[in-house]
């Protein structure tokens, strides 16, 4: 069993910043993959960023303006989020995937999830 929570979101004026966390517990994540999704009201959850043994993959949309890490040691994951845009604003769930061999785009692919962490960026 693993338990994911996600935390570190906010309000903030657009061209912003935040730091989005999520503190997995209950088994080691270094294999898996990691990945965070956002559903903005109305509409269905959105694939972000993800990222596995080191190598991230990010929707259009965010890339050169969001950064996914890891640090293994704390059993977290990151999403580092610059140049925040009214857009981005939704509701952010971090996800882990424990089978598999690549970081997947697919909500349907990840077996485990944070409650989610709200991030609101104003005009």
């Known amino acids: 069993q693993v338990q994911l929570v996600d935390s570190g979101g906010g309000l903030v004026q657009a061209g912003g910043s935040l730091r989005l966390s999520c503190a997995a517990s209950?088994?080691?994540?270094?294999?898996?993959?990691m990945a965070w999704f956002r559903q903005a009201p109305g509409k269905g959850r959105e694939f972000v960023a993800a990222?596995?043994?080191?190598?991230?993959y990010y929707v259009p949309t965010v890339r050169g303006r969001f950064t996914i890490s890891t640090d293994n040691a704390k059993n977290t994951v990151y999403l580092q989020m610059n140049s925040l845009k009214p857009e981005d604003t939704a509701v952010y769930y971090c996800?882990?995937?424990?089978?598999?061999?690549?970081?997947?785009?697919?909500?349907?692919?990840?077996?485990?999830w944070g409650q989610g962490t709200q991030v609101t960026v104003s005009s």
């Open positions: 996800a882990a995937r424990l089978s598999g061999s690549y970081a997947s785009s697919s909500e349907t692919d990840y077996d485990y």
């Open positions: 209950g088994r080691t994540f270094s294999s898996f993959a």
């Open positions: 990222i596995r043994l080191g190598n991230p």
